[in-house]
């Protein structure tokens, strides 16, 4: 997660008591950052503190207008894994196989379980299962990312942005097979989107 801080103070303020004020807000909204990223995860969370591009300057140093950031660590590993985990839960099982379909990218790279989490624009899980859009829109209540994705948005909601959409496999190098029981062209078509939970990455904060 990166919080930044950007705050408006008056222009008749001494420069001084403008970079203190905006000092002060950073500090609050440090503040509120470490306790969202503390009920979050269930441990103290550790930081990066980048002042105006500087890592580590002290929040004084702000040249205004300027821009403060605060880059926490281990946030976002403890939302994908609670939503790969959430996935499989609400997954119906027959076979198997659907559980085992769900993918996770970073940047479009895939991570295996377990694997390690490169920083990234964005982080989304999506099913291979060739019926994945079918089942979401028949699956009740609420299909599985979709209903997966709300509650990730609701339990994270400060600290990640968590959203439900369809993405093509196309963009991850995947090509889901063609159902030979329909025309080529809405076969494709279909095949074309398939439910995903897209996760915002560390530079679209």
Do not use: C
């Amino acid at each position: 997660m990166r919080s930044i801080v950007e705050a408006i103070v008056a222009r008749d303020l001494a420069p001084a008591t403008q970079k203190r004020m905006v000092a002060d807000f950073a500090r609050q909204r440090l503040a509120d950052g470490v306790q969202a990223n503390r009920q979050a995860t269930g441990r103290e969370p550790t930081y990066e503190q980048i002042v105006d591009g500087r890592t580590g300057a002290p929040l004084e140093a702000v040249n205004l207008p300027g821009r403060i950031i605060f880059r926490f660590d281990g946030g976002l590993g403890r939302v994908f894994e609670w939503i790969g985990d959430m996935l499989v839960q609400h997954s119906p099982f027959v076979t198997g196989e659907y559980q085992r379909s769900h993918r996770f990218y970073a940047g479009g790279r895939e991570i295996e379980p377990g694997g390690n989490v490169p920083p990234a624009d964005e982080y989304v899980f999506l099913s291979v299962a060739p019926y994945a859009r079918r089942l979401e829109k028949h699956y009740e209540p609420a299909g599985i990312y979709e209903a997966v994705a709300a509650l990730a948005n609701a339990r994270f909601r400060d600290v990640a942005s968590v959203k439900f959409t369809f993405r093509t496999p196309q963009e991850f190098g995947l090509h889901p097979p063609v159902s030979s029981g329909r025309s080529r062209a809405r076969a494709r078509e279909r095949a074309a989107r398939v439910p995903a939970i897209v996760i915002a990455g560390d530079r679209s904060w």
